[in-house]
């Protein structure tokens, strides 16, 4: 999704710019675009590319921009094709220049008005309405600030924005409201960025705005005013680097070195967070023991992947502490009318904490009568973190890749540990034994990792193939849904999930010599039922790529290749079970030629509705 740079500082910052939006990059993007003021020239010049971050780059080769202040901007698509005149930043009159992330919904309205009074627009953007009421507003004499204050007053919608003036070379303003924006503090030069990951060449040290706060950004100076036009004081944090670094390392891509991180992260999560056996109540926050003690119930809303970390965690909730789950995607539970049950607690999941379905959704629940709000979450200082009561981090580091892996299984593990400190007040006996389980997840994780060279094999039964259908049963059920998702975004195979069990109930209608069937079998109780349900694929001439362990007793044959898993403790196995299913992805995706960590049509973080 878009993504915002700008920098003020007494060195020549397009260098920085341009590494900003590099690292930008795994969020996707269509084009890009970068506006500097020159101090010889004293005008705002600018170079604006479609496609990758590379094509602007070589724009500037050709048409350099050096100056002390500038913006930057990597576009996704939402109003106006990708093409240079749609992308970032929309200048008005040459004097100001904007880059914007998010969406104007009233922007029709306001470009109309704007037509009206003579302004031309040369973009099909609904940001170009914003850099011109700006425009307006100076042009009538307000300051730079009261413009901009002004302006956002009239916008509906969600933004990030970054504005820069080019009579007022001295300062660069940020204001946002529903996308994130930080600002990153230097000495003697200050940042501005969407995501603290674009900025960490240049410094550690973060400001993160809060909704409504407008900044007034120069080289030695950062003064903020929150929502009401009032003086505030926002914390200077140091950033976590966490575990894992922003690089890919010795490895191809991005997806496959988050893959072999697994082991490292499931011990990271599980760090410091566990003693003597048991979970530690206060790594939710202080307050957590007191409102776990009143949960009756429990509302999961998460989008794409983090919605299939919260549909095993039904599962684990519901059979270990014994109290009802619902689980839904964002993006619906946001405009549903919710009945809000007393004693409900309301998890959100979300590997960025930026994610505008999540974080609207829970605006929607805090609203309502919940008895406090729970997020998992890899980005420490995210939105959806610092809007939620408590907190537990997924501990995953930085994952690039557009396709999560790493995320999901940190989430499963958190999941885990929040659904034994519910299942605790359930008299649940077992906590120790589980909490062993999960100490032992890292080993098993680097043993299912060591099945690479025959997923690999297997892939290549997948290139020509147009559809395929997985299937689990159970809390490998939403394994099956993440592999498909997995599967769909990198290699663009069309890829569904059924529950197993509903084959016959329709899908098996489509199974032929040309719908690869992948099945998803860990020894469980409903692994016979399973197999049943896989004979009948077989007796319809479907091939099936199964991913079992011993217990299985499955002989591969012409109709059947089988991966077999190690044992590993039921409850676990949805953990496990991801990582082949990823390493599947990866293969075929790469056998395919596909850009694999950002695939066509998708970004990183969803900033927009
Ligand atoms: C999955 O591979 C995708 N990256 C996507 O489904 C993602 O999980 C979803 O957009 C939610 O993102 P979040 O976890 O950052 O909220």
């Keep these: 999704m878009c993504g915002i740079v700008g920098a003020i500082a007494g060195r020549n910052i397009s260098a920085i710019l341009l590494e900003g939006l590099k690292r930008l990059e795994y969020r996707g993007y269509d084009s890009a675009g970068m506006a500097v003021y020159s101090a010889e020239t004293e005008l705002l010049d600018h170079v604006k590319r479609v496609g990758k971050v590379a094509e602007l780059e070589a724009g500037l080769e050709e048409h350099p921009l050096p100056g002390h202040l500038g913006i930057a901007h990597t576009r996704w698509a939402t109003h106006g094709k990708p093409e240079a005149r749609n992308a970032h930043p929309h200048l008005s009159s040459d004097r100001i220049a904007i880059v914007h992330n998010g969406i104007i919904e009233n922007y029709v309205a306001l470009k109309e008005e704007l037509i009206a009074e003579g302004y031309t627009f040369i973009s099909d953007t609904d940001t170009e309405v914003v850099t011109h009421l700006i425009y307006r507003a100076v042009a009538k004499g307000s300051s730079l600030e ?40 230097g000495i003697e030069e200050n940042f501005i960025a969407s995501d603290p990951l674009a900025l960490l060449q240049v410094t550690d040290r973060f400001i993160y705005l809060e909704e ?133 607690l309301f998890i959100t999941i979300s590997q960025s904490g930026e994610t505008a379905d999540t974080l609207s959704a829970l605006r929607e629940a805090k609203e309502q009568d919940y008895l406090g709000f729970l997020s998992i979450c890899n980005v420490p200082g995210s939105s959806l973190v610092r809007e939620s009561d408590l907190s537990l981090m997924t501990n995953a580091g930085p994952e690039i890749g557009v396709a999560s892996t790493k995320a999901f299984t940190s989430q499963l593990v958190a999941l885990m540990l929040t659904a034994l400190i519910l299942a605790r007040r359930n008299g649940y006996a077992e906590e120790e034994q589980m909490v062993a389980n999960l100490q032992q997840l890292s080993a098993l994780c680097e043993q299912v990792l060591a099945l690479d060279p025959a997923i690999q094999k297997m892939a290549e039964h997948f290139v020509d193939k147009h559809h395929t259908l997985f299937l689990g049963r159970g809390t490998i059920y939403p394994v099956a849904v993440e592999g498909a998702l997995k599967l769909k975004e990198i290699s663009y195979i069309h890829a569904e999930a059924y529950p197993a069990g509903e084959l016959k109930h329709g899908p098996l209608a489509l199974v032929d010599e040309d719908m690869p069937i992948v099945a998803v079998a860990p020894n469980n109780s409903l692994l016979e039922k399973l197999l049943a349900n896989l004979e009948e694929v077989r007796a319809r001439g479907g091939k099936l790529f199964l991913f079992a362990d011993s217990k299985a007793q499955v002989k591969p044959g012409d109709d059947l290749e089988l991966i077999t898993l190690p044992d590993v403790p039921t409850v676990m196995a949805p953990i496990i079970y991801s990582i082949p299913l990823q390493l599947l992805a990866y293969y075929v995706a790469v056998l395919k030629g596909t850009d694999v960590d950002q695939p066509r049509n998708l970004a990183k973080s969803v900033t927009v509705e």
């Excluded at 409504?212 to 009032?230: K, V």
């Excluded at 670094?245 to 990271?268: C, F, S, W």
Aim: net charge negative.
């Design 146 to 185: 009261q413009a901009l204050r002004e302006t956002v007053e009239r916008l509906e919608g969600a933004y990030a924005l970054a504005v820069i003036d080019q009579q007022q070379p001295d300062r660069m303003l940020a204001t946002r409201m529903g996308s994130p924006l930080v600002i990153g503090v």
């Design 212 to 344: 409504g706060d407008l900044a007034l950004i120069s080289q030695g100076q950062i003064a903020i005013e929150d929502g009401s036009g009032n003086l505030a004081v926002r914390e200077i944090k140091q950033f976590e680097h966490g575990h894992g670094t922003a690089d890919k390392g010795e490895y191809r891509h991005y997806m496959l070195k988050e893959i072999y991180e697994q082991p490292a992260v499931i011990t990271n999560v599980l760090e410091g967070r566990i003693h003597q056996g048991q979970v530690l109540e206060q790594i939710f926050g202080s307050n957590a023991s007191e409102l776990f003690d009143q949960v009756k119930m429990v509302q999961i809303v998460a989008c794409g992947t983090s919605y299939n970390a919260g549909v095993v965690a039904r599962y684990w909730i519901e059979k270990l502490a014994g109290i009802p789950c619902m689980v839904e995607v964002a993006s619906e539970f946001r405009y549903r009318a919710t009945v809000c049950m007393p004693g409900t």
